[in-house]
């Protein structure tokens, strides 16, 4: 298993994870990341907030970016665009 860590990127501000946590692969986590995003996006939307292009970014234990996912794009997937 490897671990990954997930940070929001928003604008020019980092929400860091110091845990991370383990997955089989990459897929594993990025799936993870997508379903986090969902849940994010669903309770702004309820609140009325404003959807800005952040980004999930996954990285590895060396912190090297392994793949971003965009807010937008999960928005996007979802309404079939």
């Known amino acids: 298993m490897t671990r990954y860590?997930?940070?929001i990127?928003?604008?020019g501000v980092t929400i860091t994870d110091e845990e991370g946590?383990?997955?089989d692969s990459i897929d594993e986590?990025?799936?993870n990341a997508i379903g986090a995003v969902?849940?994010?996006l669903a309770a702004r939307i309820k609140?009325?907030?404003?959807i800005l292009d952040e980004h999930m970014e996954i990285r590895d234990e060396s912190g090297a970016?392994?793949?971003a996912v965009s807010f937008h794009d999960v928005i996007k997937r979802h309404?079939?665009?």
């Open 65 to 67: 970016l392994v793949v």
């Open 47 to 50: 609140n009325g907030a404003m």
């Open 5 to 7: 860590f997930f940070q």
């Open 38 to 40: 969902r849940e994010l």
């Open 9 to 11: 990127r928003r604008g």
């Open 21 to 23: 946590d383990e997955f």
């Open 29 to 31: 986590a990025h799936a």
């Open 79 to 81: 309404l079939g665009w």
